[in-house]
């Protein structure tokens, strides 16, 4: 059972445009939402996180949104830059429980 | 760099063996996470060690099982091995000093690719 969902599996900007990444998830429950960043042959490194009760974090150029009523959340990278390019996981926990990671979408900046 | 390895890089084995992978935590992390990624599935929490005890499972086959040991460093084992295990194994640590999970950053290994052939 999917409980957190990316279903675009890959996107291609432009270098200096507006990337968004896209996160569904069913459980109205969870307490946390994550983001994470992961290169080839690399583990995934923390981008950004967002509690349930706000719904907008900013950091440097990374933003990410969540809307609890459609239980769905986005991460707004602005400007991408070529550097970017990578894997992105959306992650959701419930305290208490476990983290539940989406499939990815592998984001292409291109210069 | 993280500050979490983990051994080996690769393996290769054949269906029904077993094999042990190592993680080292980050100085001072008092937990530890193991996560499955393969292609099908992307990344799925496995199993979640805190100072020597289980904190967290999530989902684990049966077949496999873990452990953290006194110095903190932990062994993911994996028996009867079937292809579908290949895949890409991390861990992960975090200083997760309270009892019950919080939003500390997990640090990541490079992970173990296993092949199972």
């Known amino acids: 059972d999917q409980q957190v969902k990316q279903n675009s599996p890959s996107l291609s900007v432009q270098e200096g445009r507006i990337s968004i990444l896209n996160c569904d998830y069913t459980?109205?429950?969870?307490?946390?939402f994550l983001w994470y960043k992961k290169y080839p042959a690399e583990g995934p490194t923390f981008l950004i996180s967002?509690?349930?009760?706000?719904d907008k974090n900013e950091d440097g150029r990374f933003t990410v949104f969540l809307n609890k009523s459609a239980k769905h959340l986005s991460l707004h990278i602005v400007p991408s830059q070529p550097g970017d390019s990578a894997v992105y996981f959306c992650?959701?926990?419930?305290?208490?429980?476990?983290?539940?990671f989406g499939t990815g979408t592998s984001l292409t900046v291109i210069p | 760099d993280s500050g979490v390895t983990q051994t080996p890089k690769h393996l290769i084995t054949a269906t029904g063996q077993r094999v042990t992978l190592r993680c080292s935590p980050r100085?001072?992390?008092?937990?530890v996470y193991w996560y499955q990624q393969s292609l099908d599935q992307g990344l799925q929490f496995l199993i979640q060690?805190?100072?020597?005890?289980?904190?967290a499972k999530g989902n684990i086959l049966e077949r496999f099982s873990a452990q953290q040991f006194p110095d903190l460093h932990s062994e993911l084992n994996l028996s009867s091995l079937e292809l579908g295990d290949s895949a890409l194994y991390f861990c992960?640590?975090?200083?997760?000093?309270?009892?019950?999970?919080?939003?500390?950053?997990?640090?990541f290994g490079p992970g173990t690719r296993l092949t199972v052939l």
């Open positions: 992960a640590s975090s200083p997760d000093r309270s009892w019950i999970w919080s939003t500390d950053t997990q640090y």
């Open positions: 459980n109205s429950m969870f307490d946390y």
């Open positions: 967002i509690s349930s009760i706000k």
């Open positions: 992650a959701a926990l419930q305290i208490g429980n476990q983290f539940y």
């Open positions: 100085s001072g992390d008092l937990s």
């Open positions: 060690y805190y100072n020597g005890e289980e904190r």
